[in-house]
């Protein structure tokens, strides 16, 4: 069965950095892509930044870009986002997801972790 499960949330003060990962099992990650989601309490879910499974072709919002990092270990099974120059906007629940179809951000999604806190704040 499909499992994905972040782990590296953490909090943080305005600045810093933080890598979170994914670790993906029951799947084979070369054709999916995989997607970064944040979700704050009163807002809907946004996506972060997607990464192909396949060809490492990326994407990234706008509010990141610049800032965030996303790659993918194959051999691994491992999706990672490394964030840098943190700002109290990017606090929320981060999520990973993966999906079939080879669409980047477009999505769809099929299957979600279970999140990881991410706290920016002094």
């Known amino acids: 069965q499909v499992q994905l499960v972040e782990s590296g949330g953490d909090l943080v003060q305005p600045g810093g950095s933080l890598r979170l990962s994914c670790v993906t099992s029951g799947f084979t990650l070369d054709y999916y892509d995989i997607g970064w989601f944040r979700q704050v309490p009163g807002k809907e879910r946004e996506v972060v930044a997607c990464?192909?499974?396949?060809?490492?072709?990326?994407d990234y919002a706008e509010s990141v870009e610049g800032r965030f990092t996303i790659s993918v270990d194959n051999a691994e099974k491992t999706v990672y986002l490394e964030m840098n120059s943190l700002k109290s906007d990017d606090t929320g629940v981060y999520f990973c997801?993966?999906?079939?179809?080879?669409?980047?951000?477009?999505?769809?999604?099929?299957?979600w972790g279970q999140g990881t806190q991410v706290t920016v704040s002094s």
């Open positions: 990464i192909s499974g396949n060809d490492h072709s990326t």
């Open positions: 997801a993966a999906g079939e179809e080879p669409r980047l951000c477009d999505g769809p999604y099929d299957y």
